[in-house]
């Protein structure tokens, strides 16, 4: 059934990483992806693995799940190290037949893309399972609100962000039932040649498409119909905090990139 | 021959994870052709789960459901069948009209069927004669049609593939009163024309008692099943469950507790009217 399928993909919990502001994991987040490319030796990869391992561990993340996150990446990850095998120059052949070469710098390099990959994709998946939708929506207003002075209208972004994310759910339910309704009326969605196929779908996108818009017009007068008069002087429910945690937060993040740096420079 | 018989059904939703829920339990049902049937139950009694089930939308987790006898789950091609031959109309209906005009979408049922274009337009002109849509609106968008009429059109739809079994999940939900009888009527003058069976979800106490049999769901069970005035004479029962009586069944159950003594098994406004005439007329009742 399509209720199944998990969107936003957030473990609710309660772990130090979850109670930290969306702000510093945003902020963190960024460090991180920046920090892996920085990484410049064996060593280096082997702190930001131990970093992740260990921030996995106290937001109590099953690995697993971080594994299942990766798994619509499979054919880029393999991609990855299939380009990277066999097409770096090099003399240093490890294996060479006809026009198929592999170097020793290859299998280096395909080994830390991939690496790379990896660890970028499960620190991103980090954030998103321990931070709710809303909550990095709310940190990325505030975090992007000097923007404003630019005229970039954040507020409205984020606004459309949450909404969007709220709706999810909705469009998903109100599509299993309208499923079931044209189901009901003979419908057939599995079987048939591709344009059939396509033209079956009509039946389920039309009034998908109407009852969105039907949505969004009851949306807008609820909302007018409660004053709202854009982001001006709007006070929160949730207000962010930054706390002692989140500055601990930030010297643990530092000190990685420091320690990269360092293992970088001594080449380990 | 019962028409529909559900043996040991069982449904639990997103078995095996945290969000596991079972909706029915081992229930077991026939319904016999040309009854018409009210099915009352709270909201979360199961009660759209198992008419799921009756035209094979969902799969059993456990049970059979048989139609005629026949597995409705053997094959896709008594999938199907079933689809066919036991019509459901969901909630809000109107929600799922989706053709350009009026005629084609109450024509998209029998178009799965296959039929030839004359059936197909014999069955469209029927079905929209039995809800009272005139033919001046066909050639017009659904989208434009008034609330009641898109809800009309929308059963329509389903009554236009004929089906043995019409399954209707509180079709009268957000009508107005006259609205709603209007649409009962017909419902009911379609079953008689056609001599189909009628099974009608709902939370209305006074369209329930106008079937013949009931049935009551709680926490995925039926609890009870019977003729209205079995049901109905079993007040308590119900409304422990905390299911509401008909309004004429809440009056003489008031009455009756003020001493009043009024004959077991009220619930229609009618008996109501009888029964406390009845008392006026011999002078001895409290009123």
Known sequence: MLKDITLGQYFPGDTPVHRLDPRTKLILTFVYIVAVFLVGSWGGYGLVIAALAAVTAVSRIRPKALLRGMKPLIFIIIFTAVLNLFFTPGEDYLFRWRFIKITYTGVDRAISMVLRVMLLVSGTFLLTYTTSPLAITDGLERLLSPLKKLHVPVYEFSLMMCIALRFIPLLIEETDRIMSAQKARGADLETGTLPERARALLPLLIPLFVSSFRRADELALAMECRCYNGGEGRTRMKQLHMAWQDGAAFLLGALLVAGILLLRRLGI | ?287
């Open chain 2, 1 to 287: 021959m019962s028409l529909i018989e559900i043996r040991g059904l069982t449904h639990v939703y997103s078995q095996g994870t945290p969000f596991e829920k079972t909706a029915i339990e081992d229930l077991d049902l026939t319904i016999e052709s040309g009854q018409t049937v009210a099915l009352i139950g709270h909201t979360g009694s199961g009660k759209s789960t198992l008419i799921s089930h009756l035209n094979a939308l969902l799969k059993p987790t456990a049970g059979t459901v048989l139609l005629d006898g026949e597995d409705i789950y053997a094959s896709k091609a008594a999938i199907r069948q079933a689809r066919f031959r036991v019509g459901v109309v969901f909630q809000y209906p109107e929600y799922q009209l989706f053709e350009q005009t009026v005629f084609a979408d109450i024509a998209y049922g029998p178009k799965n069927l296959k039929l030839p274009q004359p059936e197909i337009d014999r069955r469209v002109r029927q079905a929209a004669g039995f809800v009272g849509l005139g033919e001046e609106l066909f050639a017009q968008s659904p989208l434009e049609l008034s609330g009641g009429q898109k809800r009309r059109a929308a059963i329509a739809g389903v009554l236009a593939m004929e089906p043995e079994l019409l399954v209707l999940d509180e079709p009268t939900a957000g009508l107005d009163p006259a609205g709603r009888e209007d649409l009962l009527e017909k419902l009911f003058a379609w079953r008689q024309a056609r001599s189909a069976t009628i099974l009608l979800v709902t939370h209305d106490m006074s369209i329930a008692n106008r079937c013949q049999r009931l049935l009551v769901m709680a926490d995925g069970h039926i609890v009870m099943d019977g003729t209205p005035q079995q049901v109905f004479s079993r007040e308590e029962q119900l409304v422990s469950i905390g299911l509401d009586l008909p309004a004429a069944a809440r009056i003489a159950r008031l009455l009756r507790q003020r001493g009043v003594s009024l004959p077991p098994a009220i619930y229609t406004t009618q008996q109501l009217g009888d029964a406390i005439l009845a008392l006026w007329g011999k002078g001895d009742g409290a009123c």
